[in-house]
């Protein structure tokens, strides 16, 4: 079990998110809220319908939840091909009446190999459902160190790279402009470095931090 099977997991909420939310110049619409009491992403609610799509580390599952997070419909990932999936969530959005008709979308940059439909998520045993305790931990611990240390407006998790981040927004015009923030977060190993890493830069708009 590695990060990257969640990371391939979190297309589908984005892929939902894509057809059911007002497209966002950032692409803001496709992230997910980090839940560390269920431990679960959880993308923004669909408009209409008050519903949410959640990927639960703790189940190895998707979920679609109400506003009262009760879980309306299910499916384990555990040893799923990916065109199970895909069949599973197809009816769901019609049971659910969700809008036009779900498409999975794959990224061209995604940092990732693109999987077809023969891909098989890992089975569940002991040793999965431990490595999801250990991720989940470990966006849990990263979203309390930066409520911490920078009280962010925002803290979400990008389903392009699967970091969790957070904006503060150090300074703004009259006309809510910004022109001065700082960002932090935790990423996944990638190209740029081997293991999980923390990041922290700094923006102006004009002139030297």
Partial sequence: MTQTHLHIAAQYLASAADLVLPSEQDDSHRNFAWNPITSALETHYFSDQHLRMVLSYEDFALFFVNQNNEILVEFDLGGSKHSEVIAWIERSWKELNLKGNYRFHWPDNLPLAAIDAHYTFPKPDED???????????????????????????????????DTGALEVLESDENGELLMSISCGLAIADGLVNEDYCYVSGWKKTGKL
């Fill in 128 to 162: 999965l459902f431990e490595m999801l305790e250990i991720y989940a931990e470990e966006r849990t611990m990263a979203q309390r160190a930066m409520i911490d240390a920078i009280k962010p407006n925002n803290i979400r998790v990008w389903p392009h790279h699967f």
